[in-house]
């Protein structure tokens, strides 16, 4: 079975610029989850999206952020404009009934110069 | 609210040696308690979980018991092997929230 599917893996982008992370999750699951990884704060929930609807949003840092999902095998996530201390690894999670266990992508790694 | 504390890495070991990483948590009520595993450029897998006081949850020669009364789900293994260095991270659950520690880095040497 596939697992959670996000893309780019990689994303290097310029100071102002928007950028696009795109996430599909496992067939079948209703939860979705945006976290962001980073050296400083560690794990860090940004959105929860529960049978596609923003359940949680409080972790998102500031307007520049925002996530959608309009069905149930697609989310993204967007930073317009993209700032420098955006640079982390943004990883996609769903889950599905048992939502204590959440199966994790391979992240994107964003770069913002 | 809730929060995991685990120990600081890094920790260096030799094969075969044992492992333990330590983990305690403070949370109300009685959440569920995760070990994910994160290998180098990947991202988290689930290594394994218990669900209530005295559980242990166990997979790939990797065990972890639910302890209350200290409050703590320490994972160890007895003798591990090149391809488990990774960086290992306790999480509590609450509803749908995964409480995650900072994260300890594993290496270990042939």
């Known amino acids: 079975d596939a697992g959670v599917i996000q893309s780019p893996r990689h994303e290097v982008t310029e100071m102002g610029q928007e950028v696009t992370l795109r996430c599909k999750p496992i067939?079948?699951?209703?939860?979705l989850f945006w976290y962001r990884q980073t050296m400083m704060r560690g794990l860090e929930l940004l959105i929860y999206f529960n049978n596609n609807v923003p359940i949680d949003d409080s972790g998102m840092p500031e307007d520049r952020f925002s996530a959608k999902m309009p069905n149930a095998s697609f989310s993204t996530l967007k930073i317009q404009p993209s700032e420098p201390r955006d640079s982390a690894v943004y990883f996609c999670?769903?889950?599905?009934?048992?939502?204590?266990?959440?199966?994790f992508g391979p992240g994107t790694r964003l770069l913002v110069l | 609210g809730n929060s995991v504390t685990q120990m600081e890495g890094p920790v260096t070991l030799s094969e075969e040696a044992f492992l333990t990483i330590n983990c305690t948590y403070t949370?109300?009520?009685?959440?569920?308690l995760f070990w994910y595993v994160q290998y180098p450029g990947e991202g988290l897998q689930l290594l394994l979980k218990?669900?209530?006081?005295?559980d242990k949850g166990s997979n790939k020669g990797f065990e972890a018991t639910y302890r209350k009364e200290t409050t703590s789900f320490h994972l160890e293994k007895g003798s591990v092997q090149v391809s488990d260095s990774a960086v290992y991270f306790c999480a509590l659950s609450d509803d749908y929230k995964l409480s995650f520690g900072a994260g300890t880095t594993v290496t270990v040497r042939a």
């Open positions: 218990a669900t209530k006081a005295d």
């Open positions: 999670a769903s889950s599905f009934r048992d939502q204590e266990t959440q199966y």
């Open positions: 949370a109300t009520g009685y959440p569920s």
């Open positions: 067939s079948g699951h209703n939860s």
